[in-house]
């Protein structure tokens, strides 16, 4: 299993920045992909960014060139720094991991979450 703790969250005014932090713990050597999402009220939870364990980064077409990921494998960590915040971007951030079936095939059909950090943008 994989345990995940997100840190980070906050409040600040449109234009503001916040660096979200997730450190892993657990079987780490079976995570694969990581990446961030996030759940506004009344929403469902959407992708953020992810990260491959090569190092491949993907981005909602809404945050590109504002949100930044970063994955440390030896730190067992992922990073999201988060510049020029807008009131959109208001929501519960969860750290996610998936697993290395290669790897650890025990762990089929799992994916790992952590409990969230709410991030608030007030305008």
């Known amino acids: 299993q994989v345990h995940l703790v997100e840190s980070g969250g906050g409040s600040v005014q449109a234009g503001g920045s916040l660096r979200l932090s997730c450190v892993a713990s657990?079987?780490?050597?079976?995570?694969?992909?990581m990446g961030w999402f996030r759940q506004a009220p009344g929403k469902e939870r959407d992708f953020v960014a992810t990260?491959?364990?090569?190092?491949?980064?993907n981005y909602v077409a809404s945050v590109k060139g504002r949100f930044t990921i970063s994955r440390d494998k030896a730190k067992n960590t992922l990073a999201l720094q988060m510049n020029n915040l807008q009131p959109g971007d208001t929501a519960v951030y969860y750290c996610?991991?998936?697993?290395?079936?290669?790897?650890?095939?025990?762990?089929?059909?799992?994916?790992?979450w952590g409990r969230g950090t709410q991030v608030t943008v007030s305008s």
């Open positions: 657990g079987d780490t050597m079976c995570i694969s992909e």
């Open positions: 996610n991991a998936v697993p290395d079936l290669d790897t650890c095939p025990d762990l089929i059909g799992s994916d790992f």
């Open positions: 990260v491959t364990s090569g190092g491949s980064t």
